[in-house]
């Protein structure tokens, strides 16, 4: 197009913003909706530079569309957040040339729907998550899935019902969340089994408003099927295996065990053997310091030979085989005893007399087996009749190579046996092997010899004593499943700590985008979806408990607000009437809040389950030193007076499909949180649950006035931002670069280090630190910290983390001035910085 033939018709009936500039950027002519753009009427923008009517700057800014057009000669486009209009454009740029020389510039915008923007941004993000997501509308249809989601069905996904994909129905589910995911506007998390592929998963279920109105349900499954198979498999080889297991730790504190090791030990079953210390059953302290050594350099023991003591101080000896693990950031020793006094007898024995040794063989727990220098069995005890399943009186005589060996290894064991008896040695003599043997029904298993070359003064016999290990290897195999797993786990970690990464961009985003935006419906959708941000904060501290174990998280928690939440969602649909009677000046309780939840779930419904026909559930509280008592009372038919004194254990029921978990568990919650509980019930008239709590930190009354958010002044202080996420750090510096502060960004510790050394040496320090605490595969804030308190014993430095767990310990072991929890928003960013700016 050339100047001189422009013709403005056209481009005023086109829907996109249409500039005509000057070489230099000056507007010549603007279009209609080119106004509605920018918001300005038209004869404001003519003759004004493009990049001060678009970006609001007073020279054209480094990502100037026109300059890179210049530049490359050609046509360019690109799409941008612009936060000066406070919405995401596309733009295009082409030269125009008159007689192949430059007369001005055709400028395209368009302005993009924040919807496009933002499903594309969920849906990117849902392609790099390690499990399956998808997002399914109102009506249950499936409108997005990654890759791995796709992959269980052989049929298009899009457009399909989730119910009937998933779990092969033709009517949505009876346990679905849809529904109230959409009408209460939370979140959800629980653990499904999916027909597709009947696997488990934990399921993430959360709510997107889009700013049409448009609201979408985004739906997170890890895997975790391998894990609750392999836990339950390895509690129950745990305690079943007849062989004593140990979990310690360095210091000597014992952990668990299983019923070998108490029967062994002589440990009564009731007795906690947390208060023991592995030193207590040794009877030399220095064959405990000659272990510990042994192990610290090896990183295991094997065949360790020890004299020990019982509980009640019986000695013995015993066999060690142990492995250092670490788990959660712990070390832990995992033992195998086994009880070698009879194999010591038996040695003591054979220097004594043949008839002793028979006397004790024949009551042995080991398999002993003795061979002539034929290789013919010349004596077999009731142990190894039992392990290999022949009688004494069938075997004896017979070769014992080609009678209780594997086929396979026939060639190579005679082979070797004519070898000892010409030379006399043997590289096996005085130690114990792993072997395979082999039964007399034909299977094969695996055993332990402790094999020796007896040297009587008219001949020589050959001994071995034989331990079936069958039971042995299932367990070393289950330990490492359970390893694998705890991998499983510490990725679920990772992705938690991912998920409040992504979290803390979009929460720090969408207060941008509050700056820049003055509709107070645009507000209102901006703040509603902060929230829902808030409540898949909680979502991902949930996931973060699933990859650390059960570990208590206490809170202050409002009684008032959180039982009428829960309560009245129990008692959806049914006929009960609820009376609650939560004092307003009520303190809160200090406890977990998931804790709390299943606690308060449990009593209601067992009371909802206890009056099918209709009742009443009355619940108390009130405030009592430094507890809190809660009360719950139903008017159902009571429990049994003969069944009140077994309630609380484990295993206990009245009911018919009931697994007697669930007031035991309750008992243990409550007790784990510092509390107690009691019941009280009388036929016919009813049960009351008495529970003293924690009391919490009542807040003040400031502290429940809604603040403003805090932006602070123009400012020349500097701020070094170290984050591992690219996003993060470019987020970061255009919300501070925006209230006038001068930052700078390093991807890790070293690179910070880098950066405020040099600023330190250009006299231009920088005023305040922000440092991520982890950097995958790299010095994270811990290390930059205490490198930078070495050259500038003032800096002031502030923790920035998407982990809750320990973090009281880590700022009292360095340096932080304070600590930013992921997400945060910029209120809690601005108010942080300005307390040491």
């Avoid at 027909?195 to 408003?209: C, F, G, I, P």
């Avoid at 003795?370 to 070769?399: C, H, Q, S, V, W």
């Avoid at 029904?441 to 331990?467: A, C, K, M, T, Y």
């Avoid at 400012?715 to 993060?728: H, N």
Wanted: charged share 30%; net charge neutral.
């Amino acid at each position: 197009m050339k100047l001189k033939s422009f013709n403005p018709e056209f481009f005023e009936l086109l829907p996109d913003g249409v500039m005509i500039l000057d070489v230099k950027g000056n507007i010549l002519y603007a279009n209609k909706a080119l106004a509605e753009v920018v918001k300005k009427p038209r004869f404001k923008i003519i003759g004004r530079p493009c990049y001060e009517v678009i970006h609001g700057e007073n020279c054209p800014p480094d990502f100037c569309l026109r300059s890179k057009a210049y530049k490359e000669q050609k046509a360019c486009c690109q799409s941008m957040v612009e936060p000066h209009l406070g919405t995401r454009l596309w733009c295009y740029v082409t030269p125009i040339k008159e007689d192949d020389k430059l007369v001005g510039w055709l400028h395209i915008v368009r302005k993009l729907e924040v919807e496009d923007f933002w499903l594309h941004f969920v849906k990117k993000t849902g392609e790099i998550f390690p499990g399956l997501f998808y997002i399914v509308d109102q009506h249950f249809r499936i409108v997005f899935a990654n890759e791995k989601f796709k992959a269980l069905s052989n049929k298009e996904v899009i457009g399909d019902k989730c119910y009937k994909l998933l779990f092969g129905k033709e009517t949505p589910c009876d346990f679905c969340v849809h529904e109230d995911c959409f009408k209460e506007k939370r979140h959800f998390a629980r653990e499904i089994k999916l027909q597709a592929d009947n696997r488990w998963y934990l399921m993430l279920s959360a709510l997107v408003t889009t700013a049409k109105f448009n609201p979408y349900r985004i739906i997170y499954l890890l895997d975790i099927d391998a894990q609750k198979k392999a836990e339950e498999r390895f509690k129950r080889l745990f305690e079943d295996i007849p062989v004593a297991v140990a979990i310690s730790d360095p210091e000597g504190r014992i952990h668990m065990v299983n019923q070998a090791f108490r029967k062994l030990y002589q440990i009564p079953e009731n007795f906690d053997v947390t208060h023991l210390k592995a030193q207590d059953f040794y009877v030399r302290k220095e064959d405990r310091e000659k272990f510990l050594a042994l192990l610290k350099e090896k990183g295991e023991v094997k065949q360790y030979e020890v004299e020990q003591k019982s509980l009640t101080g019986n000695p013995f000896f015993v066999e060690i085989t142990s492995k250092l693990v670490e788990e959660d950031g712990k070390t832990y020793i995992w033992n195998i005893l086994y009880d070698i006094t009879p194999l010591k007898k038996i040695q003591e024995a054979l220097l004594e007399s043949e008839f002793l040794f028979r006397s004790l063989s024949e009551e042995s727990p080991l398999g002993v087996v003795l061979m002539d220098e034929e290789g013919k069995i010349t004596y077999f005890n009731p142990k190894a009749e039992k392990i290999f399943g022949y009688k004494k009186e069938e075997i004896i005589g017979r070769d014992l190579h080609l009678t209780l060996v594997p086929e396979k290894y026939h060639l190579k064991y005679k082979s070797s046996f004519k070898e000892v008896i010409k030379t006399g040695k043997s590289k096996l003599a005085g130690k114990r092997v792993e072997l395979e043997a082999r039964r007399k029904d034909g299977s094969v298993f695996p055993v332990e010899i402790f094999f020796n070359v007896l040297n009587l003064p008219n001949h020589r016999l050959f001994l071995g004593l034989v331990q079936d290990i069958s039971e042995r290897k299932k367990l070393e195999e289950e330990r490492i499943n359970l390893e694998k797993h705890r991998a499983l786990e510490l990725m679920a970690g990772g992705v938690a700590h991912d998920f409040n990464n992504l979290l803390a961009s979009l929460m720090l985003n969408l207060d941008l985008a509050r700056q820049f935006s003055r509709d107070e419906k645009v507000i209102e959708i901006l703040t509603r979806s902060q929230e829902a941000i808030k409540e898949a904060q909680r979502l991902s501290q949930r996931l973060l408990l699933f990859a650390r174990g059960d570990i208590p998280q206490p809170e202050d928690v409002s009684l008032k607000e959180f039982l009428k939440d829960i309560i009245t969602f129990l008692l959806r649909g049914s006929s009960i009437r609820l009376h609650l009677e939560i004092p307003d000046d009520l303190p809160p309780v200090k406890m977990d809040p998931a804790h709390l939840s299943q606690i308060i779930q449990n009593l209601v419904v067992n009371a909802k389950e206890a009056m099918p026909e209709g009742g009443t559930i009355f619940i108390q509280a009130e405030s009592l030193d430094d507890k809190v008592v809660l009360i719950i009372r139903d008017t159902g038919p009571g429990i049994p007076e003969e069944s009140l004194p077994y309630i609380f254990e484990p295993g206990f029921t009245t009911k018919e499909t009931g697994t007697g978990l669930g007031l035991a568990t309750v008992k243990v919650l409550v007790e784990r949180a510092g509390g107690e509980i009691e019941v009280n019930s009388i036929p016919g008239q009813g049960t009351t649950f008495k529970l003293v709590l924690p009391k919490g930190k009542a807040r003040s009354k400031k502290e429940d006035i809604k603040k403003e958010t805090f932006f602070p002044s123009a400012s020349k202080a500097k701020i070094l931002v170290m984050d591992d996420e690219e996003y993060l750090r470019d987020l970061l510096k255009e919300a501070l670069s925006i209230n006038g502060f001068s930052v700078e960004t390093a991807k890790d510790g070293p690179e910070a280090l880098e950066k405020y050394r040099n600023a330190l040496s250009k006299g231009s320090p920088f005023n305040l630190v922000i440092l991520d605490l982890t950097v995958p595969g790299g010095k994270g804030g811990l290390w930059a910290i205490e490198k930078l308190k070495e050259i500038d014993p003032n800096v002031k430095a502030i923790l920035s983390t998407g982990y809750n767990k320990d973090i009281d310990q880590v700022l009292e072991k360095y340096p932080f001035t304070d600590v930013l929890t992921k997400p945060y928003d910029l209120e809690k960013l601005y108010s942080t910085i300005a307390k040491y700016i």
